[in-house]
């Protein structure tokens, strides 16, 4: 999807530092071992850091047997906290924002002004405009505030016209200053009060997908009355959605024109065909070519029209006497009916028929893209009774959204599938591989959590970090298991394997954890600037990987032990544990003979 182009170089820089890693790991770092010729020196016992490791060790021990005494109590303790992260998200407690972006120092005012206004009255309008930006700027917020009438730029494409205008107002660094969202929520309301003609509506720019705005919606239709009426029953409908603002469409206000409808009846009365109307009105205004020349390759025309002074009122053009061909004389006002109106700017079309897209902005703490256009077609299916002719097609960041997330699951399915397999080759099993995979739903609750805590919104860059986040938390795990496998080969009790295996283990799990924290802990609170962007897919990994090595501290062992205790009766003990409840029985609750001592 969108998200997967954009943020390509981070898995490939990645992949390729992990293969650079593995290179110097199996070819050149033996070559340097052997060629430094330097030999281990024995430890010794009153050095600090090995106090400080067996104080570690003892203490994780003694909790780990704590909670294989009751193991299924602290698995059902870990269960409920998957459950209450799942909860949070579904609830909506954790907010949701696909496209959580850095806005660019930069945001638009747009001036809309009606078709037939002049240029000079589109930058009196503006030059308003500006006035009342700037009594809402701070002193030094500013870097440059530009004025511009004839002209407007948007995020798509440039327009031209005497009715646009625009003001630019670029930002200084957002040093202990507003950000853009803060700066243009202080001075909307105040803006949109300008007294005076058109339209203002407000234009914030970011870095990164998606190219258009949460709501872009397509009104379809052939007929124009119709689709008029549909855009603006559209357009009230997103209006009364909470959340939305700065709605407008790609109507452009054309001129203003004569519209002359011929009177058939008078016609008919007088014996004049209707061709012969429309001759008489062509001569009238453009005239008529009666003859053309060539001379040097050019190509010149004869035309004979009507002569007259320019009108400074088009509707005069009515009074223009004519002969009738019986010989009576009358004018073109006795044959046609008048009435004036606005020409369309421009005629856009989708999938071959007439469209009007209508945009709007959201407000990320009170809806989504998702929830908003949803609401949208809703209200759309109570209204469009009204508009047979008439249906609307959604696009703009809903699409980026649902393609993304369709490439994210596949992607996340299939890269679980390569992990289960490549373990399953390893472990040569079909369980442990499974056993290792649940440290993801582990590492999503730490994920959640962390969002929560941190008050940062569920966005697609934090999906994609959940899914970089399955392939590293899952080496914790691989490390314990395959050390207890390596325990129970050697024949020792799967108990005293899984408590043997976790003691030794603990540390190298602890300081790949906390040496990847560091790393990322930077990012994820912000010490250089805070980054909507990136600083949400640092903290999705910091929690998760947090909270994926307590949990698989505990958890991992606990299902270990059960699984290589039981074997055959796995499938009474799973259905023991979901009968606890009721029955009070534990197929586990006799206590082996645990170690007497967790010191070695």
Known sequence: GIVGKFMFVVPFVVTVGLLISLLQAFWILPTQMVHSQTRPEAEDPRHWRVRFNRAVRRGYVRALVRVLRRPWLYLGVAALAFVLALGAVLLGQVRTEFFAQDPIRLFYVQIDMPGNVALEDTLAQVERVEAR????????????????AGVQFTDIEPLFGDQFGQVLVSLNSAKDGRRVDQVVEGMREHVLATPGEGSISFLQLS??????????VKVRADDFDELYRAVERVRAIVSDIEGTRDISDDRTPGRSELVLTPDHEALARLGLPPTVLSRLLRLHVDGEVVGFTREGGDRYELRVKAGREPLADPARLLDDPIRLPNGQATNLGALVSMETGSAPGNIRHWNLRRAVTI???????VTNTVDVNRDIRAAWEDARAEFPGTDLDFTGELDDIEESLDAMAVLFLLGLGLIYLILATQFRSYFQPMLILLTVPM???????????????LSLYTLYGIIALAGIAVNAAIVLIDAANQRLAAGMRPLHATIYAARRRVIPILMT????????????????????????????LVWGLAVSALLTLFVIPVLYRLFMHYRGRAVVAVF???????VG?????????LPKSVDQ
Not at 133 to 142: F, M, S
Not at 443 to 457: C, D, H
Not at 585 to 593: E, M, T, Y
């Open 585 to 593: 029985w534990l197929p586990g609750r006799r206590r082996s003979k």
């Open 443 to 457: 590492a999503f609750t730490g994920v959640v959590f962390g969002l929560m805590i941190s008050r940062n919104p």
């Open 133 to 148: 930006v700037r009594e809402r700027l701070r002193e030094g917020e500013a870097r440059a505030v530009v004025s511009l």
């Open 513 to 540: 954890t906390a040496t990847t924290i560091a790393g990322l802990m930077s990012l994820a609170v912000g010490l250089g600037g805070r980054s909507l962007l990136w600083g949400p897919v640092a903290i999705t």
């Open 207 to 216: 870095g990164g997908p998606p190219v258009q705005l949460p709501i872009n």
């Open 576 to 582: 023991a544990a979901l009968m606890w409840p009721f």
């Open 359 to 365: 945009e709007a902005e959201i407000d990320p703490e």
